[in-house]
């Protein structure tokens, strides 16, 4: 189960929005880690709320600890990059063999490859929809562990 803290900033039903304690990374960027903390602030400057389900009933300002089930976040990743890459590697290699001569099988390969990706992104996004079974959720509330 993956934790983190957050701090709930709006209420509709049973989900919240929550807005996550911006952390960076492993916690080693004092001067000798690797970074990562300075590049999520350079690219990432105003704080990101995500919708979460609310089965304790959090109210606006609670500290709450959101919880994801394993497998969740790589299932995401697969998803919204591996399946497109897929995709436009499979839609490629049938553009360079729908090619009628030679000389066009480069031209045919790259529209066949914008082809794939783009049909990668808009199936990735119905399923995406489809597989919403597992949305993160506030577990308890903080209390400053």
């Not at 350079?42 to 959101?66: E, H, K």
Request: hydrophobic share 45%.
């Amino acid at each position: 189960m993956l934790e983190t803290r957050a701090v709930v900033v709006q209420v509709e039903g049973q989900h919240a929005f929550v807005q996550a304690s911006q952390g960076g990374g492993c916690g080693q960027c004092s001067g000798k880690g690797c970074g990562t903390a300075k590049l999520s602030q350079l690219f990432c400057s105003q704080p990101r709320q995500f919708q979460v389900d609310n089965p304790i009933n959090a109210r606006v300002g609670d500290q709450v600890v959101v919880s994801v089930a394993d497998g969740t976040v790589l299932r995401g990743i697969g998803l919204v990059y591996l399946l497109p890459l897929l995709l436009l590697a499979v839609g490629a290699a049938l553009g360079n063999i729908a090619a009628p001569q030679v000389e066009q099988q480069d031209g045919y390969a790259a529209a066949g490859a914008l082809i794939g990706l783009v049909c990668g992104f808009f199936l990735s996004k119905w399923l995406a929809v489809r597989l919403r079974r597992q949305r993160p959720y506030i577990a308890r509330q903080w209390r400053g562990e």
